[in-house]
């Protein structure tokens, strides 16, 4: 029974988490999130000393998620052999366009055996023009237990920076956690600023687009802004 097929009996969409690591400048600790960026919300997460370590902080992170027919995706740094096992057990002026091509059917992929339930090869390539020349951007290749359309890998590995641009941009730009001089508190004030920036995407505003930082300002001088921030459903 694949992903979507489970999700479906259980009566539940399968949820994107991306996993990826970040290094707190500040402090030199590494936290190694597990991110749904649909919710903005960091499920759990787990810390190393350094950045060499992600390799084996994330298969013990998979191990206290429960994602069972759920989508998961994680960076370069994150496609060993071991954690794609532990995952299958458990514009600015120019203009792109992207390919996507995605094979099945690989009997023919020597040593395919050590990457369990490896079912497709995903080819992503991107286009830009600018100023009126056209080029190819980057090849990026993906590999997946999954077997979904080319339409659906799209949107996963376009969702998979998520966890870039929604989490780790939103800690260093708006929080300035790079900037932080608390030794080992980082990691306490790291899971507090995970929790204000889910309840500050949570928060229904009258102005819809009202940056994080604006609704950070407004908690600060209003107390009942600050108590719908932080108790409002």
């Known amino acids: 029974m694949d992903i979507k097929e489970r999700k479906k009996e259980e009566g539940a969409e399968a949820r994107l988490v991306n996993i990826d690591g970040k290094t707190i400048r500040g402090s030199g600790f590494h936290v190694v ?5 649909e919710h903005g919300l960091t499920l759990r997460q787990l810390t190393t000393e350094e950045k060499s370590n992600e390799i084996k902080a994330v298969p013990k992170l998979l191990d206290i998620l429960e994602v069972s ?10 496609c060993q052999k071991e954690i794609a096992k532990k995952i299958r057990e458990k514009g600015h002026g120019r203009v792109e366009k992207r390919e996507i091509r995605t094979v099945t ?3 023919w992929l020597e040593s395919r055996e050590v990457w369990e339930g490896l079912r497709t090869i995903v080819q992503y390539r991107t286009f830009r023009k600018e100023k009126g020349k056209e080029m190819v951007q980057t090849d990026r290749y993906y590999i997946s237990s999954g077997d979904f359309s080319a339409e659906e ?3 996963y590995i376009r969702g998979h920076w998520s966890i870039e641009n929604q989490l780790h941009w939103m800690l260093d730009i708006v929080f300035r956690e790079d900037e932080c001089r608390v030794g080992n508190g980082a990691l306490n004030l790291n899971i507090l600023r995970k929790m204000a920036l889910h309840r500050l995407k949570k928060m229904m505003m009258e102005k819809k687009r009202v940056s994080a ?6 908690a600060v001088l209003d107390s009942d802004f600050l108590y719908e921030a932080l108790f409002s459903e």
Request: glycine share 12%; charged share 25%.
């Open 33 to 37: 999130s597990a991110w749904i960026g």
């Open 69 to 78: 027919g759920d989508v998961v995706t994680a960076d370069a740094m994150s």
């Open 105 to 107: 059917g690989l009997e």
């Open 153 to 155: 890998f799209l949107r």
């Open 213 to 218: 930082k604006r609704r950070m300002m407004y």
